[in-house]
């Protein structure tokens, strides 16, 4: 910048005379003076930083930028069937309205007067979560997935005293790799052990017999996920629960919210604690970037009084009929608790509660019913035109929008499929190849209603055209 | 100074806006899901076939049933019952660095939206190279540290990730089961001692002096022991003093075994000016949401981008973004590594913002925004100081980016504390303020932080709100005390959010508590 270009738009006070008035009024000459003060000269950084020329020119910004990510390919570009915890789903233009609004996209903390529309927002994310999942407690949305389950494994562990708890080995590796962040290394006494449970290889269902074994008086929870990672929907939920209720467990369930219009809640078959990602309920993949989590629980006071998270009640105002809200047991959280906190609060994602407050505020039981219809009829259809091509099989038989695809016997390797159709602008599924080494050279393919028919017979004729 | 009553006529808006479960009608729709091909429904049949029989909803969720229109009028209703950043002079929320955060990157990062995270590398080259430059030309010279990792969706989490490098640090030296310590002051934020904690280990929290309000290096001294893994802490802290023994701070640390987290969420005012390195910490973060200029978005969709030394690069989470002098990769293959904490690579948009901000400020922005901070803030306090009722706690007289005021005197005086005010300066169009976590130490505490997004008049007008509460406090406290007045809603009833019998965290739990105490 030139010094006749000192002025930054983001900055009023740059203005050289406001900055002088200012200097002068605090008793300094210059801001050096003001900061010798403050910080050791020994400390401070005795050069410039070396960085690119500024675009302080909001135009040269936005070109800057655009050429650095016209370099990339998105999945309006490709058709995509990647998942594995980010999906593509239809996002109403509404919810992006909504998301872009100043108001909601520049708040913060304020309180309960000044901000009462995003607390409303929230209880009502807080309360149609609750619809879907058949909880009466739902939490503010936090980090992601992974994160919720972890956070509702500690729930469980606080709940019962116990730090032993069962997965099944078809739990997402990433969201496995945080639950072990989250229940500490071996060398810690507060170290949750976290044990995996056998997964059937025909269909995908977990290994009740091993589950059998494994528990006992020592097991804290059962987590599972419905859909599972891998995709299956797990109907054996009734005989999980019962068996892991027997020996006085918890039930902890994780869950994709936009199954729900069409899947039974997790209730019906005896959680507990249900935990999910939020992503697909209005939020863009954002490569990575639309994650949320959440939390719900029956109302008892043993389980409110252990999520880590903010939980918004609703309440009443000095003026009949009109509603207020507020934080419930805020002493329970680390912003008032530190260390005796029950873990912690943070910024996490706030604008998509209110987004996917929005979009199930849309879609009604009727939107989430058909979608779920659409999702299980698209991947089914997908998978059985995969299946048709010689050389490949679908692993297990029973999934709702993602479904394993094994190219074993075309002796050709995932990678190299997906090299192939990524040549005919396709992103193929996930692989799978080292995550589970077991299913051989599979692939996680990710339908949803946002695929059509077309792309569907493309993708169909394309990997057929590969494996050839 | 205006003239106090030249502050504003504000009223709040009043929607009296009925919760969403309440509206609508049976059989509205919002929008509709594409009807299913007949080539695909003939093919595979109903839905309901495909689905094991006891795996179907058998009850549909009770949702709202609303048409378009009325979704949309709700939710901007309730936007504009939310006094967002860009609507007011919001440097009230201070520690939170309310700053602008610039239209142009919203933009920008839409054109990331559809972008899948495991998409092959080659077609998301851009995402990478600006995920890589942000930390290895931007915080590196910023920071000082060498190796950056942007996967925590917040500041909080950020101190996770360092909490298990220094987990693994200490594991992989065969030390983990004796270092079970971790040290940090009362001023850091508690999510450096609650996030230890969640991670295993126990939490030593030293006091500052009592009359400079620093923390004590000789307490600092007796804390470290062969049990310390390590120190996380923020500098300046939340009273806004610097420890200016910072460097003899981490060498003692280090002395003892231990590593250095330097919570650095708050870096605003630093920039350029001091960094983590020449402290001799060994690891820090920066909240993108607050220094870095990306929204704020109602608490979230944040980043902690982590920075870290060479020697600590291999502890990061996978996968990390390298650079071969021609492509951008994602390195997974890291055995130290401490996994994953979050999914993917992290809130990537928010990189973005953080990109494009930095590259609008450049060297000289960055440190214009970090002085003019400074300023700002010894500005606000020559404002501040003149305040009825209004302290400004503990000798230390240069504060940097913020100051933990204190409104015990008014107290004292009129009965009107710190919660009343902060009821009443919403009436007049200014956000809350941010008060203090938890414990006060500082009695009646309040922390404005007038960032280099204020103009002097904006910290002149919210001086002037103060000094009018300061004065209704002092002329007719029951004014201030039963505010605000002026707000979308009347007071609330807090007992009930405590109260098992009436606390309702949705709509389910309220209309059947609300009809039980019907019944009664």
Same mark, same amino acid.
């Given at each position: 910048?030139?010094?006749?270009?000192?002025?930054?738009?983001?900055?009023?006070?740059?203005?050289?005379?406001?900055?002088?008035?200012?200097?002068?009024?605090?008793?300094?000459?210059? *801001?050096?003076?003001?900061?010798?003060?403050?910080?050791?000269?020994?400390?401070?950084?005795?050069?410039?930083?070396?960085?690119?020329?500024?675009?302080?020119?909001?135009?040269?910004?936005?070109?800057? %930028?655009?050429?650095?990510?016209?370099?990339?390919?998105?999945?309006?570009?490709?058709?995509?069937?990647?998942?594995?915890?980010?999906?593509?789903?239809?996002?109403?233009?509404?919810?992006?309205?909504?998301?872009?609004?100043?108001?909601?996209?520049?708040?913060?903390?304020?309180?309960?007067?000044?901000?009462?529309?995003?607390?409303?927002?929230?209880?009502?994310?807080?309360?149609?979560?609750?619809?879907?999942?058949?909880?009466?407690?739902?939490?503010?949305?936090?980090?992601?997935?992974?994160?919720? @389950?972890?956070?509702?494994?500690?729930?469980?562990?606080?709940?019962?005293?116990?730090?032993?708890?069962?997965?099944?080995?078809?739990?997402?590796?990433?969201?496995?790799?945080?639950?072990?962040?989250?229940?500490?290394?071996? *060398?810690?006494?507060?170290?949750?052990?976290?044990?995996?449970?056998?997964?059937?290889?025909?269909?995908?269902?977990?290994?009740?017999?091993?589950?059998? !074994?494994?528990?006992?008086?020592?097991?804290?929870?059962?987590?599972?996920?419905?859909?599972?990672?891998?995709?299956?929907?797990?109907?054996?939920?009734?005989?999980?629960?019962?068996?892991? !209720?027997? +020996?006085?467990?918890?039930?902890?369930?994780?869950?994709?919210?936009?199954?729900? $219009?069409?899947?039974?809640?997790?209730?019906?078959?005896?959680?507990?604690?249900?935990?999910?990602?939020?992503?697909?309920?209005?939020? !863009?993949?954002?490569?990575?970037?639309?994650?949320?989590?959440?939390?719900?629980?029956?109302?008892?006071?043993?389980?409110?009084?252990?999520?880590?998270?903010?939980?918004?009640?609703?309440?009443?105002?000095?003026?009949?009929?009109?509603?207020?809200?507020?934080?419930?047991?805020?002493?329970?959280?680390?912003?008032? @608790?530190?260390?005796?906190?029950?873990?912690? %609060? $943070?910024?996490?994602?706030?604008?998509?509660?209110?987004?996917?407050?929005?979009?199930?505020?849309?879609?009604?039981?009727?939107?989430?019913?058909?979608?779920?219809?659409?999702?299980?009829?698209?991947?089914?259809? @997908?998978?059985?035109?995969?299946?048709?091509? =010689?050389?490949?099989?679908?692993?297990?038989?029973?999934?709702?929008?993602?479904? /394993?695809?094994?190219?074993?016997?075309?002796?050709?390797?995932?990678?190299?499929?997906?090299?192939?159709?990524?040549?005919?602008?396709?992103?193929?599924?996930?692989?799978?190849?080292?995550?589970?080494?077991?299913?051989?050279?599979?692939?996680?393919?990710?339908?949803?209603?946002?695929?059509?028919?077309?792309?569907?017979?493309?993708?169909?004729?394309?990997?057929?055209? /590969?494996?050839? | 100074?205006?003239?106090?009553?030249?502050?504003?006529?504000?009223?709040? &808006? /009043?929607?009296?806006?009925? /919760?969403?479960?309440?509206?609508?009608?049976?059989?509205?729709? $919002?929008?509709?899901?594409?009807?299913?091909?007949?080539?695909?429904?003939?093919?595979?049949?109903?839905?309901?076939?495909?689905?094991?029989?006891?795996?179907?909803?058998?009850?549909?969720?009770?949702?709202?049933?609303?048409?378009?229109?009325?979704?949309?009028?709700?939710?901007?209703?309730?936007?504009?019952?939310?006094?967002?950043?860009?609507?007011?002079?919001?440097?009230?929320?201070?520690?939170?660095?309310?700053?602008?955060?610039?239209?142009?990157?919203?933009?920008?990062?839409?054109?990331?939206?559809?972008?899948?995270?495991?998409?092959?590398?080659?077609?998301?080259?851009?995402?990478?190279?600006?995920?890589? =430059?942000?930390? !290895?030309?931007?915080?590196?010279?910023?920071?000082?540290?060498?190796?950056?990792?942007?996967?925590?969706?917040?500041?909080?989490?950020?101190?996770?990730?360092?909490?298990?490098?220094?987990?693994?640090?200490?594991?992989?030296?065969?030390?983990?089961?004796?270092?079970?310590?971790?040290?940090?002051?009362?001023?850091?934020?508690?999510?450096?001692?609650?996030?230890?904690?969640? @991670?295993?280990?126990?939490?030593?929290?030293?006091?500052?002096?009592?009359?400079? #309000?620093?923390?004590?290096?000789?307490?600092? =001294?007796?804390?470290?022991?062969?049990?310390?893994?390590?120190?996380?802490?923020?500098?300046?802290?939340?009273?806004?003093?610097?420890? &200016?023994?910072?460097?003899?701070?981490?060498?003692?640390?280090?002395?003892? $075994?231990?590593?250095?987290?330097?919570?650095?969420?708050?870096?605003?005012?630093?920039?350029?000016?001091?960094?983590?390195?020449?402290?001799?910490?060994?690891?820090?973060?920066?909240?993108?949401?607050?220094?870095?200029?990306?929204?704020?978005?109602?608490?979230?969709?944040?980043? #902690?981008?982590?920075?870290?030394?060479?020697?600590?690069?291999?502890?990061?989470?996978?996968?990390?973004?390298?650079?071969?002098?021609?492509?951008?990769?994602?390195?997974?293959?890291?055995?130290?590594?401490?996994?994953?904490?979050?999914?993917?690579?992290?809130?990537?948009?928010?990189?973005?913002?953080?990109?494009?901000?930095?590259?609008?400020?450049?060297?000289?922005?960055?440190?214009?925004?970090?002085?003019?901070?400074?300023?700002?803030?010894?500005?606000?306090? =020559?404002?501040?100081?003149?305040?009825?009722?209004?302290?400004?706690?503990?000798?230390?007289?240069?504060?940097?980016?913020?100051?933990?005021?204190?409104?015990?005197?008014?107290?004292?005086?009129?009965?009107?504390?710190?919660?009343?005010?902060?009821?009443?300066? +919403?009436?007049?169009?200014?956000?809350?303020?941010?008060?203090?976590?938890?414990?006060?130490?500082?009695?009646?505490?309040?922390?404005?932080?007038?960032?280099?997004?204020?103009?002097?008049?904006?910290?002149?007008?919210?001086?002037?709100?103060?000094?009018?509460?300061?004065?209704?406090?002092?002329?007719?406290?029951?004014?201030?005390?039963?505010?605000?007045?002026?707000?979308?809603?009347?007071?609330?009833?807090?007992?009930?959010?405590?109260?098992?019998?009436?606390?309702?965290?949705?709509?389910?739990?309220?209309?059947?508590?609300?009809?039980?105490?019907?019944?009664?």
């Amino acid at each position: 910048m030139t010094s006749e270009r000192r002025v930054h738009p983001y900055i009023p006070n740059s203005v050289p005379e406001i900055k002088a008035e200012l200097l002068k009024e605090i008793g300094v000459g210059s *801001a050096e003076e003001l900061y010798s003060q403050m910080i050791p000269q020994r400390l401070r950084l005795p050069r410039r930083m070396n960085l690119p020329e500024a675009l302080p020119s909001e135009l040269d910004l936005r070109r800057h %930028v655009e050429k650095l990510l016209s370099k990339n390919i998105s999945c309006k570009d490709y058709i995509s069937f990647l998942g594995a915890g980010c999906w593509q789903h239809y996002v109403p233009a509404v919810c992006d309205e909504i998301a872009r609004r100043a108001e909601f996209l520049s708040a913060y903390s304020g309180e309960n007067y000044s901000d009462l529309g995003r607390f409303q927002a929230f209880f009502e994310f807080q309360s149609m979560i609750g619809e879907l999942v058949g909880m009466e407690v739902a939490c503010l949305s936090t980090y992601d997935w992974g994160a919720a @389950a972890a956070n509702a494994i500690r729930m469980g562990c606080r709940l019962n005293g116990r730090r032993e708890v069962l997965v099944p080995a078809t739990v997402s590796p990433a969201r496995l790799s945080t639950i072990r962040n989250f229940a500490g290394p071996l *060398a810690m006494p507060t170290h949750i052990d976290i044990r995996t449970v056998k997964y059937n290889r025909s269909r995908g269902l977990l290994d009740i017999k091993d589950l059998k !074994h494994k528990l006992s008086s020592r097991t804290s929870a059962v987590y599972f996920e419905n859909p599972s990672y891998l995709g299956v929907i797990e109907s054996q939920g009734e005989e999980i629960s019962y068996a892991a !209720h027997e +020996v006085g467990a918890e039930i902890i369930v994780g869950v994709d919210p936009i199954s729900l $219009g069409l899947l039974a809640p997790p209730s019906d078959y005896g959680a507990d604690i249900v935990c999910g990602e939020v992503q697909p309920l209005g939020m !863009h993949m954002n490569c990575g970037g639309g994650l949320a989590g959440f939390i719900a629980s029956r109302d008892e006071e043993k389980y409110v009084a252990e999520y880590p998270t903010h939980l918004v009640s609703i309440t009443t105002t000095q003026r009949e009929g009109e509603y207020g809200f507020g934080y419930c047991r805020f002493d329970r959280t680390s912003y008032a @608790a530190r260390e005796n906190a029950k873990d912690w %609060v $943070g910024t996490a994602t706030a604008l998509w509660s209110i987004v996917a407050a929005n979009y199930l505020a849309l879609m009604g039981p009727s939107g989430m019913r058909e979608i779920g219809e659409a999702i299980a009829q698209k991947s089914h259809y @997908a998978a059985e035109l995969l299946s048709e091509i =010689k050389g490949i099989r679908i692993v297990f038989p029973q999934f709702f929008k993602e479904f /394993v695809v094994n190219f074993d016997r075309t002796g050709k390797s995932v990678a190299r499929i997906n090299k192939a159709l990524l040549k005919k602008n396709i992103f193929g599924g996930k692989d799978l190849t080292e995550e589970y080494s077991e299913l051989g050279a599979s692939s996680l393919y990710s339908v949803t209603e946002l695929h059509t028919m077309e792309d569907i017979n493309k993708l169909a004729e394309a990997v057929k055209e /590969v494996v050839r | 100074m205006r003239k106090p009553s030249e502050v504003r006529n504000y009223h709040a &808006p /009043v929607w009296s806006e009925p /919760v969403v479960m309440e509206l609508g009608t049976h059989g509205e729709r $919002g929008i509709l899901v594409p009807e299913v091909e007949e080539g695909i429904r003939n093919r595979v049949g109903k839905a309901s076939a495909l689905i094991p029989k006891k795996m179907l909803r058998k009850v549909p969720p009770r949702l709202p049933e609303l048409s378009q229109p009325q979704v949309l009028r709700h939710y901007l209703r309730l936007s504009q019952m939310t006094l967002g950043m860009d609507l007011n002079i919001d440097f009230g929320e201070g520690t939170c660095t309310m700053k602008y955060s610039p239209r142009v990157n919203e933009d920008l990062a839409e054109l990331i939206a559809d972008i899948h995270p495991l998409q092959d590398e080659e077609t998301i080259q851009g995402v990478l190279e600006i995920l890589y =430059k942000f930390g !290895h030309v931007f915080l590196k010279e910023i920071s000082g540290m060498s190796e950056f990792c942007f996967q925590a969706g917040g500041g909080s989490e950020a101190v996770f990730v360092n909490a298990c490098i220094m987990r693994r640090y200490h594991e992989l030296n065969g030390e983990l089961g004796q270092r079970n310590e971790i040290i940090t002051t009362i001023f850091s934020h508690p999510c450096d001692a609650a996030v230890p904690a969640t @991670a295993g280990f126990k939490v030593i929290t030293l006091y500052p002096d009592q009359k400079t #309000g620093m923390p004590s290096t000789e307490a600092l =001294k007796a804390a470290v022991s062969k049990r310390t893994a390590g120190i996380m802490i923020t500098n300046p802290e939340d009273t806004g003093i610097f420890n &200016p023994e910072i460097d003899e701070w981490t060498r003692i640390v280090h002395e003892a $075994g231990g590593l250095c987290g330097y919570d650095q969420a708050n870096a605003n005012a630093i920039m350029g000016i001091t960094r983590a390195r020449e402290a001799g910490f060994d690891m820090c973060f920066f909240n993108l949401h607050k220094t870095f200029g990306s929204p704020h978005g109602s608490d979230g969709p944040a980043c #902690g981008a982590v920075c870290v030394t060479k020697e600590l690069a291999k502890f990061l989470p996978v996968p990390v973004v390298t650079y071969d002098g021609r492509k951008y990769h994602l390195d997974y293959d890291r055995p130290c590594s401490v996994g994953k904490v979050r999914d993917f690579l992290g809130n990537v948009p928010v990189v973005l913002r953080a990109y494009a901000w930095s590259m609008s400020m450049g060297e000289e922005g960055l440190r214009e925004a970090a002085e003019v901070s400074a300023i700002n803030n010894s500005y606000l306090e =020559k404002r501040l100081v003149k305040i009825r009722g209004v302290t400004k706690p503990f000798s230390t007289k240069r504060r940097v980016d913020q100051i933990r005021w204190s409104l015990e005197k008014m107290k004292e005086e009129t009965g009107v504390g710190v919660l009343d005010v902060n009821r009443r300066v +919403v009436d007049f169009g200014v956000q809350s303020y941010f008060l203090s976590h938890h414990p006060w130490v500082v009695p009646e505490p309040f922390t404005p932080e007038p960032c280099e997004t204020y103009s002097k008049k904006d910290i002149d007008d919210w001086a002037a709100v103060l000094h009018k509460v300061s004065e209704e406090a002092y002329l007719n406290p029951e004014l201030v005390k039963t505010a605000p007045h002026r707000s979308s809603i009347a007071r609330i009833d807090e007992t009930a959010l405590d109260d098992p019998k009436r606390w309702a965290m949705t709509w389910r739990a309220y209309a059947r508590k609300k009809g039980a105490r019907a019944r009664n």
